[in-house]
């Protein structure tokens, strides 16, 4: 029997995958059979792959010309590589294994196609943008995209970088890149093979052993990338959860899952309590009833994660509910309905700052009230327009819930006239922003036959009125149509929205969830204690109590607390608690490092890679188990857990707790309150364990029993 090892550019070629389960399917049985008997096996036809790295061969996993591409390293497999025939067998040209001798780590090489210089495969996946690194250079070209184009798309993040590029590439590349990133296919047709293949191996091969290599592999401490996978549980590891919990439903949520509702319902429930999971098995259930069912959600990288999820405990529903993001599905609905939309962000900022200028000037009303550029735009994005206001009669009634800062009429009517000028430029310029493709997609959804018979929101209280209008529209009040799932003590976006006034009537047929399953006792009391004494908006008339009746039955270990001097000592404190928590036995790919801002994820990103362990920042992660430390902000954490959980910089500094420059007290308590909930969301991802560290002073939000409890000292090192 051979083990397994997994890479995190096999794990990349994976996920090209994820929407076709049939060749996921295929390249699982592919990979029992390897584990088996990798050689002299006819259903794998196993053969070494010529120009590339001795000991290297391929397997064949699907009649259509998928190959799977593995190095054998004594008695382990492993995964270098998995895709289309032509396409894998270059890249194999172009990787191999190296030892690391700066930190003794065993890496993955990859050619770096600007330079054809050889670089760590992680740190160059870490410095291209993110939206193509599915495909190589030599795929892209094969695709037909130029050069310039190539050097283009490897820049691009996100789906909005690309749609601003409609009028700038050509117009043949722009479609074949929308395909590639919404389809993973350029045209929906396979390649044929092309590349020339040796004979299949009859019995394995006699080569030279790499004792160095092997020896390197086998201590995984020293080579974090590569995951261990016994080969007898190969199939439990590839047929498994994220996290086997993370889908766990309890029989006491049965009901909530297959209940028949009258109308639109919703679930609300604290911090861990299923809320998602009863989501994901009431979309199963209604997808077994032949329903078309759409799971959708704000944060943009929470539908692939669910959907990883879902394909693993509900492969034969799979292809009967759509996850996206409710930007994305507003985009690709306009599109499919042959409604042009430009977004361009940047080019939506410049025409911010040309209507600010003009109505905020030194002598306004909203200059002398201090009210920041920043401010204004979050009240026109998520207020005004993100509320779809018809008016300023409208406006000027509106409760404004969710935000804190007073406006007076005066004031009112001018932000009503920035937000009319904001338009006007955007018009002006022929660009649309993402409330815009909300807006126009309600328009078309009126008018079009609907393509869902049920609609599912999670994390529905960070959603605005616009997005939830235009979903309500997809069902309206059908039979078991709309769900919204959601807490409003997690809100980390600034604004709101009321229920009654969408006219979303879910009396009757609202839950309430409150058995925390995710947290231990330790864990959830301190996140608790931190916004137990603020009231907070969910949706309803009235202001929610902050301190919650939740049963918690779990226990665990008391959170870990840091009390530095100086930032030498606070990471070197995290970086020995990120080890012993590896020395533990727990996972690298169970740790989560987060943090407010991007520029802290960055720093720690550099900080964990310095260690020899390699990190993932969040934006990359897709649901697939990974052995990559996690990084990222707390926004980008929501909807996500970990085993353990580590929060540095928990400092005044760390979150920007100090007043800004010409920031009113209003102004400055509504940003805090909205930090609060944020620091919450990111305790509350924590499973098993917690470490909080800070600089020199604490800050406020934390408990006050927390900061005066003994401070651990910084590890020597």
């Known amino acids: 029997m051979f083990d397994h090892r997994f890479t995190p550019i096999f794990n990349d070629c994976v996920q090209r995958y994820h929407s076709r389960p049939e060749v996921l399917a295929a390249l699982s049985q592919t990979l029992t059979e390897l584990a088996v008997k990798p050689f002299g096996n006819p259903r794998l036809q196993t053969h070494a792959v010529r120009k590339a790295q001795p000991d290297t061969f391929t397997s064949y996993v699907t009649n259509q010309g998928h190959r799977l591409i593995w190095r054998r390293v004594g008695n382990v497999i492993v995964l270098l590589l998995f895709g289309e025939h032509d396409a894998v067998y270059r890249r194999a040209e172009r990787l191999r294994l190296e030892i690391d001798d700066t930190q003794n780590v065993l890496r993955v090489i990859d050619e770096d196609p600007e330079t054809g210089r050889d670089v760590p495969y992680a740190k160059r996946r870490a410095e291209e943008g993110r939206l193509f690194m599915a495909w190589n250079d030599g795929e892209l070209t094969a695709f037909g995209f130029a050069p310039h184009e190539i050097r283009v798309l490897r820049q691009l993040n996100e789906d909005a970088d690309l749609t601003s590029l409609d009028r700038h590439m050509r117009q043949e590349a722009w479609q074949m890149a929308m395909n590639l990133a919404m389809y993973a296919e350029p045209n929906g047709e396979p390649t044929s093979p092309a590349v020339e293949e040796e004979p299949a191996l009859g019995v394995e091969p006699s080569v030279p052993e790499d004792r160095r290599l092997a020896a390197a592999l086998s201590t995984p401490r020293t080579s974090p990338e590569f995951v261990p996978v016994p080969a007898d549980r190969l199939a439990d590891w590839l047929a498994r959860p994220i996290e086997d919990w993370m889908v ?184 649309a922003d993402f409330t815009d493709v909300l807006m126009r997609a309600h328009e078309v959804v009126k008018n079009v036959p609907s393509e869902y018979d049920a609609v599912i929101v999670d994390e529905a209280q960070d959603l605005t009125d616009a997005a939830l209008r235009l979903l309500y529209a997809l069902v309206g009040d059908r039979p078991n149509g709309l769900l919204l799932v959601g807490d409003g003590q997690q809100t980390i976006y600034p604004g709101g929205f009321n229920l009654a006034s969408l006219g979303v009537q879910v009396r009757g047929r609202s839950h309430v969830l409150t058995h925390n399953y995710r947290n231990t006792r330790q864990v959830y009391e301190i996140a608790q204690a931190v916004v137990g004494g603020h009231p907070f908006d969910d949706g309803g008339d009235r202001p929610e109590p902050g301190l919650r009746a939740v049963e918690v039955s779990r226990t665990g270990v008391p959170p870990v607390i840091c009390a530095t001097t100086s930032q030498e000592d606070h990471d070197l404190a995290l970086a020995a608690a990120i080890e012993s928590a590896i020395e533990d036995g727990t996972g690298i790919g169970d740790l989560a490092v987060l943090v407010p801002t991007h520029a802290l994820a960055k720093q720690y990103t550099e900080l964990i890679d310095a260690l020899g362990l390699p990190a993932q920042r969040l934006e990359d992660y897709e649901g697939s188990p990974t052995p990559l430390v996690k990084v990222g902000t707390y926004q980008r954490a929501k909807g996500l857990e970990f085993k353990r959980v580590f929060l540095p910089r928990l400092d005044v500094d760390g979150l920007s707790e100090r007043p800004a420059r010409g920031e009113d007290p209003d102004t400055h308590a509504e940003r805090i309150a909205l930090v609060r909930r944020q620091l919450f969301v990111a305790m509350t991802r924590a499973r098993d364990g917690l470490w909080l560290g800070w600089i020199g002073e604490p800050s406020s939000l934390l408990p006050p029993t927390l900061t005066c409890l003994s401070a651990q000292p910084a590890p020597a090192r």
């Open 248 to 431: 766990y439903l309890d029989p006491a949520q049965q009901d909530l899952v297959d209940r028949s509702y009258n109308g639109p319902a919703r679930i609300r429930g604290g911090a861990g309590t299923g809320k998602t999971v009863v989501a994901l098995h009431r979309a199963r259930a209604l997808a077994r009833l032949g329903k078309r069912v759409l799971v959708t959600t704000y944060v943009r990288n929470l539908p692939e994660v669910y959907q990883q999820i879902f394909a693993r405990f509900a492969p034969v529903e799979r292809d009967s509910v759509e996850f996206a993001n409710v930007h994305r599905w507003a985009s690709r609905f306009l599109h499919r309905h042959g409604v042009p939309v430009r977004i361009d962000p940047r080019e939506a900022d410049k025409g911010w700052r040309a209507a600010h200028s003009r109505v905020v000037t030194m002598n306004s009303a909203l200059k002398k009230a201090g009210l920041s550029s920043a401010y204004l735009r979050e009240e026109v994005d998520w207020v005004v327009r993100g509320r779809a206001l018809p008016d300023l009669e409208s406006y000027l009634a509106l409760e404004r819930n969710g935000r804190g800062t007073r406006l007076s009429s005066d004031l009112r009517r001018d932000v009503w006239r920035l937000a009319t000028e904001y338009a006007t430029e955007l018009r002006n310029r022929g660009v």
